[in-house]
């Protein structure tokens, strides 16, 4: 099981307050996606004490109900509010219950639909399992596709799930959840192999009414031991590389693919051609399957080219290895990933194992995606080839990837990043849609579900010893975007805690001088650079010590000046600290997209596990939802 946080930058308002996420595009990236205001249903059972029926109008929060409260999670195929009368029940021990949504109006279902229980796994207990006995739909009582297991909803123990329709989720007999390692996945009887997260057909998502879930709750306050060890009986003996390409509908597809098998440290290519070209998804993989056990723990598969249609590309970066599931199963190298970066202190596993790695160099200097977002399109063949190094070598226990020596006589960059109050972006450097991808060179806005460019002019700073620097969004089109912003912020590539320091950080917006910082205030979620928050309107007690005035409008300019110390030299052309007049890295407009500034080579495209994501969003979003994701190979496989 693969865990992913939905984009941050995609999550908006709705008219209502409600939040709400555009899935004509991207509901692919992240498997299992939900919907954030979720929508409850009902309940009625023997033991239990039943809550009244009441109609509501936007999708009940579950957060105003009681811990212990079951309900439906009912997603409609728009993602979008609609007018229903939910049942919930409170779950008081070992019984029998019942949960039911009727809808004023027939809807056409999305594609998660769950059960699930607040607080669950503390109320339940991590060994509870719930069974669903029977459903009924529209007044009819189905036939069920499989057995029904259970599992957190975000595998981190928390709130209690079984899925009704997961198209994007699977049941793993070997996930954990929690600090306590035990078993994610569970059923009464049986293997949780055989279970399914589709317990109806995806005929039956249309011209939904009414749905009725009878479930069983046994083994109430029980909690769950250690998971066990995978079974791999069925588990592949020999250490087969193949090429997990995926097409942008995440449809199948006729492609001959050509694996290797690695017996030791060398050299092999593996490769995919497609009887057409197919526009690629925003993940594609090398990939081994039960790879972390056959070749190693610390093993590492270096990409060393790649053709695509016959054409040797330039790499964006060095490849990292990592487990796919992050269980310390399947090994994985990422060729295109964009909601996926390296993380120097990933481990995975019970024994600890090295997660995340690379052959030689700093792990901050890789990248999850090889190739340009540009590439994905009229793809019809891959060829990759990489080398096996120290083949059948575990990692210690405990042992991470170390952030390699600070050179405090290097160069380093400084991104100016912004949110505003309708969620137009530019996201940290390092979070998704970071350096590399199309976004990062240029405001990213909405109309409606769909992207639109924020025209204007980014200037970022290189940092070339200390000295006084600025950057700046010039000219940047708000009109008929906010008046406000949600975020502001400086997002460097500096190490942090390496004793440089950003100060005397000056703000203005339409040539006006509208606050000033003494010393920078690191954003407390980034843990690895230097990210200076100058707006948070998601972290309440910044924001009630740097509130400042400022309307946006169309074309305002928005410009930072600050000052760097701590480095080993001095920049004779930086500014003298107040001059705006500073060295900037890179002009570049919106309506023209540009190469990325460039990084210097321990820092160059390199993403942090976390960057990019506020306190507040954290709280407010993450809180709402998680999204489960494990990434489905869909391509048609013909071996030569």
């Not at 588990?235 to 097409?247: S, W």
């Not at 305002?556 to 060295?583: H, K, R």
Request: include cysteine; charge should be negative.
């Amino acid at each position: 099981m693969f865990f992913y946080f939905y984009p941050w930058n995609r999550i908006r308002l709705n008219a209502k307050g409600g939040l709400r996420i555009p899935f004509s595009k991207y509901f692919k990236e992240v498997l299992s996606m939900r919907k954030f205001k979720k929508v409850l249903a009902s309940i009625l059972a023997g033991t239990l004490v039943l809550s009244n029926a009441v109609p509501v109008l936007a999708a009940q929060d579950s957060s105003s109900l009681p811990d212990g409260t079951a309900y439906l999670n009912i997603n409609n195929s728009e993602w979008s509010e609609f007018d229903a009368e939910w049942v919930n029940a409170e779950i008081t021990g070992d019984g029998s219950y019942t949960v039911s949504m009727t809808a004023a109006e027939a809807q056409d279902l999305a594609q998660f639909n769950a059960l699930e229980v607040v607080n669950g796994e503390s109320v339940l207990g991590t060994g509870a399992v719930i069974t669903v006995d029977s459903i009924e739909l529209n007044g009819e009582k189905i036939e069920l596709q499989g057995s029904s297991y259970t599992c957190s909803a975000d595998g981190s123990g928390v709130t209690t799930r079984v899925n009704l329709y997961n198209e994007w989720n699977a049941p793993d007999a070997t996930a954990t959840a929690g600090d306590d390692k035990h078993a994610d996945c569970r059923v009464a009887e049986g293997n949780v192999a055989d279970a399914t997260a589709c317990l109806w057909t995806a005929d039956q998502l249309t011209g939904v009414t009414s749905i009725v879930v009878n479930f069983t709750v046994s083994g109430f306050g029980t909690a769950g031991g250690p998971a066990e060890a995978a079974d791999t009986s069925d588990a592949a003996t020999e250490a087969v590389a193949h090429l997990n390409i995926n097409n942008e509908s995440w449809g199948e597809y006729e492609a001959e693919y050509v694996d290797a098998t690695i017996t030791g440290d060398g050299t092999y290519t593996v490769s995919m051609n497609a009887a057409e070209p197919q526009d690629l998804a925003q993940f594609n993989a090398l990939q081994v399957p039960n790879g972390e056990a056959l070749l190693g723990t610390a093993c590492v598969l270096t990409v060393d080219s790649i053709k695509i249609n016959g054409e040797e590309i330039t790499l964006q970066g060095p490849s990292y290895t990592c487990s796919a599931d992050g269980a310390g199963v399947d090994t994985r190298v990422n060729l295109y990933n964009e909601w996926n970066a390296p993380d120097n202190t990933a481990t995975a596993g019970d024994d600890s194992h090295l997660d995340q790695r690379i052959a030689g160099g700093d792990l901050m200097g890789a990248t999850a995606c090889l190739w340009t977002a540009d590439q994905l399109a009229g793809v019809q063949s891959v060829e990759v080839t990489f080398t096996v190094s120290d083949f059948g070598k575990n990692a210690e226990a405990g042992e991470v990837t170390g952030n390699g020596e600070f050179d405090a006589n290097g160069e380093f960059n400084v991104y100016i990043g912004v949110q505003t109050a309708a969620y137009s972006f530019r996201n940290a450097w390092n979070d998704s849609y970071g350096l590399g991808t199309p976004e990062f060179d240029q405001i990213t806005g909405w109309n409606g579900n769909d992207e639109v460019v924020r025209t204007g002019t980014i200037s970022d700073a290189v940092i070339k010893g200390n000295g006084t620097y600025t950057v700046s969004l010039t000219g940047v089109d708000f009109a008929d975007d906010a008046e406000t912003l949600n975020l502001l912020f400086l997002s460097t590539d500096i190490p942090l805690d390496k004793g440089v320091e950003l100060t005397d950080i000056k703000v203005k917006m339409g040539g006006k001088s509208v606050y000033d910082f003494d010393t920078a205030f690191q954003d407390p979620d980034t843990k690895d650079y230097i990210k200076a928050l100058l707006i948070n309107t998601y972290n309440d007690g910044f924001k009630a010590d740097n509130e400042f005035a400022y309307t946006l409008s169309a074309g305002m300019d928005i410009e930072v000046t600050f000052t760097v110390s701590g480095l080993a030299y001095d920049n004779p052309d930086a500014a003298a600290s107040g001059d705006t007049a500073a060295t900037e890295a890179t002009s570049q407009s919106t309506e023209t997209k540009s190469e990325a500034p460039e990084t210097t080579a321990a820092n160059a495209n390199a993403e942090a596990s976390n960057g990019g994501v506020s306190v507040g969003v954290i709280i407010a979003i993450v809180a709402a939802v998680v999204v489960v994701a494990a990434i489905v190979v869909v391509a048609v496989k013909k071996k030569k």
